[in-house]
C-alpha cells in the first residue's frame, strides 16, 4: 500500500530517519512557470503584458537555465541531477496571443516551452489558436500536451455517481489525449488540470492512466514530488512582479510528507487541520513560515520536524491554499516551498471560474 494512503499516525512512524531528501542535492530541484495570456488586452488576473514577459525571459536568459518540461520530468522521474537553477516555461489554454506576444520572445532567446491546450476547442473559438497555428508552432520546437478536452471543472459532479463521474473524466481526458495523437503525431501523457483543481480521486486516475498531473499550487519540483499534481509558479497577473517572481525560481521543494488531505473540502470542513513532517536536513525548524493571503499563521511543533496547522476562518467558495517556506541551510538566498491547495465549491455546489 502506497505510504500517502497510509493513517497519518502510522505515516509519521513510517518516515525514515534519514529523511527523503538525504541523498539529494540542490541540482535535483526545478521550478515550473506557468502562464495564460500574455496580452494587455485579456482578464489581468490571468495576464502579463508582453513588456513583463520580456522582462521575465530576459531575466532568465541571464540568471537561469531553461530547459523543456520533459527533460525536467525525465530526471526527476530517474533522480537525475538538473543544470543549476532549472526552470521549464508552460501556458496553459492554447489563446492566439501566445503565438503573437510570447512565441517571438521565446525563439529569440532559444527557450522550449509547452502548451497545455484543450483539443476540442482548437480552432473553434476566437482566441484559440487553430491547428494549422499549433502545427507550425510545433515546427519551431514547441510542444503540445493535454488540459483536458472541454476546459470545464472536472471537480463537478453534478448528480453523477463517483463511478460515471470518474468515467467521464477518463473519456474527457483519453478523447483529448487521441487527438493530440492523431494531430501531432506524439502524446506526452501530460494533464494540466483546468483551473488547477483536483482531488484525490481524479489523482488515482491519473496516476491509473499513467499520466502526469500538474496543479496551479505554488512550489518548486524534486524527485520526491507527486507526479499527479507537481506544483507550477503562476507568473500573471498579481504574480508577474519579478521582484517577487525572483525568489520563487530559485526555491527548493519542500521535502516534507503530509498526512492524506484531499484539497477538495466538503462544506462541513471548512476550516480543516493537517499536520506535516519536513526533513530537516536542510532546513531549521524555527525559520519555517506558512501564509494564507499575506497573512502568517502559526504552525504548532508536535515534535522537532512535525506541526499542524489550522485554518484561521472558514475559507469560502472558490481556490485558496497555504504557503510554507524556510530557507536552506547550504544557500539560505534559496528558499523551500510547498503549498496546500484548497478547493470549495458553493452551497449549490457550482465551481467558480
Not at 15 to 30: C, E, K, N
Not at 119 to 145: C, H, R, T, Y
Not at 271 to 300: E, H, M, S
Request: glycine letters at 4%; one cysteine or more; aromatic letters at 10%.
Amino acid at each position: 500500500m502506497p505510504i500517502t494512503k497510509l493513517p497519518a499516525l502510522l505515516c509519521l512512524l513510517l518516515w525514515s530517519s534519514t529523511g527523503i531528501a538525504a541523498d539529494l542535492t540542490l541540482q535535483h530541484h526545478g521550478v515550473i512557470l506557468q502562464y495564460h495570456h500574455v496580452s494587455t488586452e485579456t482578464p489581468a488576473s490571468t495576464s502579463v503584458s508582453p513588456e513583463q514577459f520580456a522582462e521575465h525571459m530576459q531575466y532568465l536568459a541571464e540568471n537561469h537555465n531553461v530547459i523543456s518540461l520533459q527533460d525536467m520530468l525525465y530526471k526527476l522521474s530517474r533522480h537525475q541531477p538538473l543544470p543549476d537553477n532549472a526552470v521549464a516555461i508552460t501556458f496553459d489554454d492554447g489563446y492566439t496571443n501566445i503565438l503573437q506576444n510570447a512565441h517571438p520572445i521565446l525563439q529569440r532567446h532559444g527557450f522550449n516551452y509547452t502548451v497545455f491546450i484543450n483539443p476540442a476547442l482548437i480552432g473553434n473559438e476566437s482566441q484559440q489558436l487553430s491547428w494549422k497555428q499549433v502545427k507550425q508552432m510545433q515546427k519551431d520546437g514547441v510542444w503540445f500536451a493535454n488540459h483536458t478536452n472541454h476546459h470545464q471543472h472536472l471537480l463537478s459532479r453534478g448528480d453523477m455517481s463517483k463511478a460515471q463521474w470518474l468515467a467521464n473524466l477518463k473519456e474527457e481526458i483519453l478523447s483529448a489525449e487521441s487527438k493530440l495523437q492523431e494531430e501531432l503525431g506524439y502524446s506526452l501523457r501530460y494533464l494540466a488540470y483546468p483551473y488547477g483543481e483536483y482531488n484525490s480521486d481524479l489523482q488515482a486516475l491519473v496516476k491509473d492512466l499513467g499520466f502526469i498531473g500538474l496543479g496551479q499550487q505554488s512550489g518548486a519540483v524534486a524527485p520526491f514530488s507527486d507526479m499527479t499534481a507537481l506544483p507550477r509558479f503562476p507568473a500573471a497577473g498579481v504574480y508577474a512582479n519579478l521582484k517577487t517572481l525572483k525568489v520563487k525560481l530559485s526555491s527548493l521543494a519542500m521535502p516534507s510528507l503530509y498526512a492524506p488531505l484531499d484539497p477538495e473540502l466538503a462544506l462541513d470542513n471548512l476550516q480543516p487541520t493537517w499536520t506535516t513532517k519536513i526533513d530537516t536536513n536542510d532546513i531549521r525548524p524555527a525559520q519555517l513560515a506558512c501564509y494564507f493571503q499575506g497573512k502568517k499563521l502559526q504552525p504548532v511543533w508536535e515534535m522537532q520536524d512535525v506541526f499542524s496547522l489550522t485554518m484561521p476562518t472558514p475559507l469560502s467558495a472558490g481556490r485558496a491554499r497555504v504557503n510554507c517556506t524556510a530557507p536552506s541551510k547550504q544557500d539560505p538566498s534559496r528558499y523551500y516551498w510547498h503549498s496546500q491547495p484548497f478547493f470549495v465549491p458553493t452551497n449549490d455546489g457550482r465551481w467558480l471560474d
